[in-house]
């Protein structure tokens, strides 16, 4: 198995430009995403520096924002940091980095203290917090807010506390192009909106907090504007990626023909529901003796087996022998969705299937959240921490998005404030020759969709090297007829983005030949001791 793979990037930028023909804004630092990690690192800018954070759509549309279940940390007095940490290492499968998980599990509950600090409300029991269990967790830690709607709640804060910092600007709905890099360091960014066009922001630092890929694949949990774009924008100079073939996939999402796929938070799961098949047969103890609190890899292979088995197109998730009670007071949110579509949490049986959730490849970065450009900084989806290894525990997620926010926050605040004030027009390189595109010649959304079919069937939850290299020779060739353009919109730069991702994905897992955490090949279904080794790639 090759460790360090070197691909092709098509092109160093999307578009054409010339700085002397273009607007140009100046920041000190600026943070592209405003989820978790970018609105907390915004907080952790000296205040005597300008920071610039910029959302691809509204500052609202984030998985931060739709995480339902919690974070994780250990508060029950039964419960011990290490029993934590372990837990996570279990989950990982061998690919995480101890010395980082033993860091941020240390580090969880001064991190919740401080949320609560900042005005945060989080569900009560009386008079401490309320807890509940996730699969994978060997004791009751998920903190929670608004029964099922942490991340709302979390995002309300430091959205709140963002916006009233003089210092910062949100910039909605503005797409970023790509970075700018001068002399092997990042300087910036190109980005464009609506009521701009296209501007160059320049920066004396940079942090990438723009979350995962989950729209690369027919389902998934994940808003639209989920496309990899940070992944590959950072691929483009030259940043070291690892890990993309672990893509992690829900085990219950909501399945209704026609209706778009909501996540069902893994807490139904805690507080004691069942996952039956058609017949009303509950087949999780058959696949695990932890039965549905297994982790989220193992549920959703169980899951995807067991519809083959009954050739049906989801199976249930029953909450009819918990109280009824509980069930509206702890999930009132996933309630109303299925209300929407006739169904009563508490009494009908509601179809789940897996969709694709959350991305543990990434960037690399240190403990602080540097990356391998000088100038960059990463936090969050984007990134490969360390912490989730081959697997993410249930509700390590936002805490993960905190942890590192805080940290190249801070970091790249501290840079910042050693770089003179001192912006100029630089002689960035432009990209080769590229055929503009009128928008007419290309079906974008018919490319895209197939893309996310092919995706779902290749690269989904069970793969094989056959599909694999079916899948990306498919990948390449779209990807040769659609980087030879130059698009003047936000969906053809996020089509560009999506098949370099696809591209990245594909290879990384035809290159693990084995089955680790959420890598499963069917081929190779063994985990091999010897390649609990990361998967590296860069351009070349």
Not at 407 to 416: D, F, I, R
């Amino acid at each position: 198995m090759k460790t360090d793979l070197k691909l092709a990037s098509g092109g160093r930028y999307l578009v054409h430009f010339h700085p002397k023909r273009i607007q140009h804004a100046f920041t000190d630092v600026l943070i592209i995403g405003g989820g978790i990690s970018g609105m907390r690192a915004a907080l952790e800018i000296d205040p005597a520096l300008q920071t610039i954070v910029l959302t691809k759509g509204k500052v609202e549309l984030s998985n931060s924002w739709k995480a339902q279940g919690g974070i994780a940390s250990a508060f029950d007095p039964e419960d011990h940091v290490e029993n934590h940490a372990r837990d996570t290492l279990a989950a990982g499968k061998g690919l995480c980095h101890e010395d980082t998980v033993e860091e941020i599990t240390q580090a969880a509950p001064g991190i919740i203290q401080e949320l609560i600090n900042f005005g945060a409300n989080f569900d009560q029991e009386d008079g401490h917090l309320a807890l509940t269990q996730e699969g994978g967790h060997s004791h009751r830690r998920i903190i929670h807010a608004l029964g099922d709607a942490t991340g709302r709640e979390i995002m309300r804060t430091l959205i709140d506390r963002g916006r009233k910092k003089s210092s910062v600007q949100i910039w909605e709905e503005t797409f970023t192009i790509d970075l700018l890099t001068y002399n092997g360091t990042c300087v910036g960014a190109l980005v464009w909106n609506p009521h701009h066009g296209k501007t160059f922001i320049w920066s004396k630092q940079t942090i990438l907090a723009t979350g995962g890929v989950g729209r690369l694949y027919r389902e998934t949990t994940n808003p639209e504007i989920a496309t990899g774009d940070g992944h590959v924008m950072a691929f483009r100079p030259g940043a070291k990626l690892r890990d993309m073939e672990m893509v992690q996939f829900h085990p219950i999402v909501l399945y209704i023909a026609g209706g778009s796929r909501h996540l069902i938070s893994e807490a139904v799961r805690g507080e004691g529901a069942y996952l039956v098949d058609v017949n009303g047969y509950r087949f999780m103890p058959d696949y695990d003796p932890a039965a549905e609190l297994a982790p989220r890899d193992v549920v959703s292979r169980a899951i995807t087996a067991q519809m083959n088995k009954t050739q049906h197109s989801s199976v249930f998730l029953d909450l009819r022998h918990l109280d009824r009670k509980l069930v509206a007071e702890r999930f009132p949110n996933i309630a109303e969705v299925c209300a929407q579509f006739g169904l009563d949490l508490a009494v009908d049986l509601i179809p789940v299937r897996p969709g694709a959730h959350y991305m543990i490849g990434g960037l690399v970065i240190d403990d602080q959240g540097r990356t391998t450009l000088p100038g960059l900084w990463a936090a969050g989806e984007v990134t490969s921490s360390g912490l989730h290894g081959a697997n993410r525990l249930a509700s390590n997620s936002l805490l993960e998005g905190l942890y590192h926010g805080k940290a190249c926050g801070q970091g790249a605040s501290q840079e910042a404030k050693k770089i003179a004030d001192h912006f100029c027009a630089m002689p960035i390189q432009d990209l080769g020759p590229r055929k503009v595109s009128d928008q007419d010649e290309l079906d974008l959304l018919d490319v895209r969709n197939s893309l996310l079919s092919l995706m779902w069937r290749q690269a989904g939850i069970r793969r094989d090297a056959q599909g694999l290299q079916d899948a990306l020779r498919q990948v390449e060739f779209w990807d040769r007829y659609v980087m030879r353009q130059e698009f003047s919109s936000v969906e053809g730069w996020s089509l560009q983005n999506m098949l370099l991702v696809s591209r990245l994905i594909l290879a990384s897992a035809l290159e693990r030949t084995e089955s680790r955490g959420v890598h499963f090949r069917s081929d190779y279904p063994e985990t091999v001791p010897e390649y609990a080794v990361h998967v590296n790639v860069q351009v070349g």
